[in-house]
């Protein structure tokens, strides 16, 4: 008997662990297909299946079976270990110290707790009115055991002393985002309390985090109305924009149907796979993300989108939809008859889901006709009306024979030359006047050094020279104002181990990261040579001043990014004629008070 790697591979087709992320067509020997990790016209990426091997000739990255999960998923050896060795039936019997990342310490963690969890939905009494609950909402017994569904007692530490108990440590319980630490005095609490779980799990099936629903909606003594969901923090193992409700279950009849059904939530996903159309997935979010986008677009190009028919119109489902428009997907619309969601729909009759899928339009057409429903197209006013709602979506669309197709739709229906429309998709929008301050006219040519990358990595060595100052950045800075998925995944992680051990010392830090592999151990070296050379201990200047600034420019950063998107979506809304609505009398609040913030910053 070999290793449990030799193991693997023996067990294992190379060739149909990759063709779960790419189209793979025999090419001589071997199997080719267009590379997953760089855009290529041309098939450059091939795969051996008698050397085990894969190889892409455009890129020049290449390995075995490991290093390709390693790459496609972003995990580390360890990780890639153990989806591989489940997938292959292999048991990984040795607690090797190799495998105990804090990666996998917490997906430890997360593995207990999802049975925890099931097992008090299945047999405690507390959690009576929950099993009722998912009964009103059609669930079988089936599919609650699919989809790992479970109860979380209502008492403060009731789950945090069960994982106790079970010899978790507290750390790891920490990493796994399952408790807080307490605002006053010492120790923590559970996270989820008194809620029906549902597990996340990535592609791989394997959960890594929660998405829960309260089920005692009444206010507290205090009168404090609980959030009716809650969902896990952003972890070492969760990146909340990097999954897909569903996904680990609808892969294989998406690639097989040749299209994914997307949904809002997760109510909405689980009521179509127990309906049969189990090629659906949910963004359990306001809007698809980047990776969320490159999932879908390695198994399939075309996407049937099903969102709440009460959401905020056709600007919502742009906004929700902007990447996948951007990557020149091919999506459709669907029209849910008398319903207000997917779910809805299925509970009245399972049958019409189908059909409402099948009856799906494309996403330009359903939105010409939204726009233009009910409008005197004769009347100049009207035509400039649509023509400003219409143009924005048209600009987002990364087809240049889609847009070029639309174009000439909108040109014909309010008879203006095309070379006209084609002028002003490319003009930029005007900065709205409604704004008290603008960012954007004032915005100065960033130098090599005051770009967000540089910064964060110099605030980031800062940290590791001193990592006193960690108490202080947990208080002033979001992991999401450091610039580059690397960098900030690293502060995350630095910030997990500061909250669980507040150590004060350098060779504190250095002895925790001696835990990291991967990419993430570079990053961490590289970044202590920075400290070295920018803030070694005998420095003059104190730096205090360093992490002021440094943070500062971060935080100026992230305010000027997110006010630029709400001048976007002022404009948009003037140029639909919106201007006395709610939502803008919103945005406009939004953005008097960034610019304040902004103002204060300096």
């Keep these: ?250 892969k294989s009849t998406i690639k097989q149907a040749g299209y994914a059904v997307l949904v809002e939530g997760n109510m909405d996903c689980i009521a179509s796979h127990q309906s049969g159309v189990t090629n659906c997935v949910a963004i359990s979010g306001t809007a698809l993300t980047p990776d969320q986008v490159r999932m879908l677009k390695r198994i399939t190009n075309r996407l049937v989108v099903a969102f709440d028919a009460d959401a905020a119109g056709v600007a919502a489902a742009v906004r929700a939809l902007d990447h996948a428009f951007a990557a020149a997907m091919d999506i459709a619309i669907v029209s849910l008859p008398d319903a207000k969601d997917p779910d809805e729909l299925i509970r009245r009759d399972p049958a019409a889901w189908p059909k409402a899928i099948a009856a799906a339009r494309p996403a330009m057409e359903h939105f010409f006709t939204i726009v233009t429903a009910g409008k005197d197209l004769n009347s100049v006013t009207v035509k400039k009306a649509v023509t400003r709602e219409l143009l924005p979506i048209l600009s987002k669309l990364g087809d240049p024979v889609e847009q070029s197709h639309y174009l000439e739709k909108l040109a014909d229906l309010v008879h203006v030359a095309v070379g006209d429309l084609k002028k002003m998709l490319t003009k930029p929008s005007p900065t709205s006047p409604n704004v008290p301050i603008s960012t954007t006219a004032r915005q100065p040519t960033s130098s090599k050094k005051d770009h967000p990358r540089a910064v964060s990595e110099r605030l980031l060595a800062l940290i590791i020279a001193d990592p006193r100052f960690l108490a202080q950045a947990s208080q002033r800075l979001d992991p999401e104002a450091i610039s580059g998925d690397d960098l900030r995944d690293l502060y995350r992680t630095l910030l997990v181990w500061y909250t669980a051990q507040h150590f004060v010392t350098r060779s504190e830090l250095d002895a925790q990261a001696a835990a990291l592999v991967g990419d993430a151990q570079a990053t961490y070296a590289l970044l202590s040579l920075l400290a070295d050379r920018e803030f070694p201990p005998d420095r003059d200047v104190p730096m205090e001043e360093d992490f002021l600034s440094l943070t500062g420019t971060l935080a100026r950063h992230t305010l000027a990014l997110r006010l630029r998107q709400i001048e976007a979506d002022i404009a948009r809304l003037e140029r639909a004629g919106l201007s006395a609505s709610a939502e803008m009398s919103g945005l406009l609040g939004q953005a008097r008070e960034l610019t304040e913030r902004l103002r204060r910053l300096g």
Aim: glycine share 8%; aromatic share 10%.
């Design 1 to 250: 008997m070999g290793t449990p790697v030799e193991d693997i591979k023996a067990r294992l087709d190379i060739a149909e662990i990759i063709g779960e992320y790419v189209q793979l067509r025999p090419s001589g020997l071997s199997l080719k297909a267009r590379c997953p990790f760089h855009n290529e016209r041309t098939p450059s990426f091939m795969v051996s299946r008698e050397r085990g091997s894969w190889h892409c000739f455009g890129c020049n990255k290449g390995g075995d079976v490991f290093s390709f999960v390693q790459e496609m998923e972003g995990l580390d050896f360890p990780e890639a270990l153990r989806v591989l060795a489940k997938k292959a039936g292999v048991e990984l019997r040795a607690v090797d110290p190799a495998l105990q990342t804090q990666r996998t310490k917490a997906l430890d963690v997360l593995r207990w707790v999802t049975k925890y969890y099931q097992e008090v939905l299945r047999k405690s009494a507390e959690a009576e009115p929950a099993r009722v609950y998912l009964k009103k909402r059609g669930l079988d017994e089936v599919t609650i055991d699919l989809f790992q569904l479970g109860y979380a007692p209502e008492a403060w530490d009731v789950t945090a002393n069960a994982l106790q108990k079970k010899g978790f440590a507290e750390i790891d319980v920490f990493n796994a985002g399952l408790i807080m630490k307490k605002e006053r005095g010492s120790g923590y609490y559970d996270r989820f309390r008194g809620r029906i779980m549902f597990p996340i799990r990535d592609a791989h099936g394997t959960v890594v985090g929660f998405t829960s629903r309260i089920l005692n909606e009444q206010p507290d003594a205090q009168g404090r109305v609980p959030a009716k969901y809650v969902n896990s923090p952003q972890t070492v193992v969760y990146n909340k924009s990097a999954v897909l409700y569903g996904y680990d279950m609808a």
